[in-house]
T-cell receptor
């Protein structure tokens, strides 16, 4: 069965610095999509970035970028120039033609002012 | 774009009462998903609809839970009778379709507390 693992329950970073959140997944499929969602204290689930498995180029959205290593089944999120508003739970998720979103357990990101 | 709308945002009820959660998907989206989030189990997919038809309800915990989508712009998740273990945040999400490439957009959630 497909699984998504976030091995870091909590991470902290100094404001304006860079932090990387880890995510690994297990699948036998070749076509799938990966997502990072952010959940601030308001509980709203907000899409941060997505990656198509068939694309070799890593996705970027402003200060957010991913390091997608398909062979290693790794999908990490890098946040540059961290801001106080980035403090949230971050969830990695996997989706394929067979499976709806499969979620990791989440990483709590703390931003130190 | 109003996004996915859920109501109520908070619900406190007593064990045994009926609870109805409501969702309005993004206009034009034809797939709708209901999730439950708890500390113990994380995010769980309860059921999803495509073109108002339930496609997979294998995540619905038991017969006390039911979901309907009478039209493209409205869905309900009902719990009857409610139990304290149903306390959770319930999310509704919608997407343009059920294929993998379609991003799911989430509503703000309904925080349910059953006493």
């Amino acid at each position: 069965a497909q699984t998504v693992t976030q091995s870091q329950p909590e991470m902290s970073v100094q404001e304006a610095e860079t932090v990387t959140l880890s995510c690994t997944y297990d699948t036998s499929e070749s076509d799938y999509y990966l997502f990072w969602y952010k959940q601030p204290p308001s509980r709203q689930m907000i899409l941060v970035i997505r990656q198509e498995a068939y694309k070799q180029q890593n996705a970027t959205e402003n200060r957010f970028s991913v390091n997608f290593q398909k062979a290693a089944k790794s999908f990490s999120l890098k946040i540059s120039d961290s801001q106080l508003g980035d403090a949230a739970m971050y969830f990695c998720a996997y989706r394929s033609a067979i499976y709806q979103l499969i979620w990791g357990a989440g990483t709590k990101l703390i931003i130190k002012p | 774009d109003a996004g996915v709308i859920q109501s109520p945002r908070h619900e406190v009820t007593e064990m045994g009462q009926e609870v109805t959660l409501r969702c309005k998907p993004i206009s034009g989206h034809n797939s709708l998903f209901w999730y439950r989030q708890t500390m113990m189990r994380g995010l769980e997919l309860l059921i999803y609809f495509n073109n108002n038809v339930p496609i997979d309800d294998s995540g619905m915990p038991e017969d006390r839970f039911s979901a309907k989508m009478p039209n493209a712009s409205f869905s309900t998740l009902k719990i009857q009778p409610s139990e304290p273990r149903d306390s959770a945040v319930y999310f509704c999400a919608s997407s343009l379709g059920t294929v993998a490439r379609e991003t799911q957009y989430f509503g703000p959630g309904t925080r349910l507390l059953v006493l």
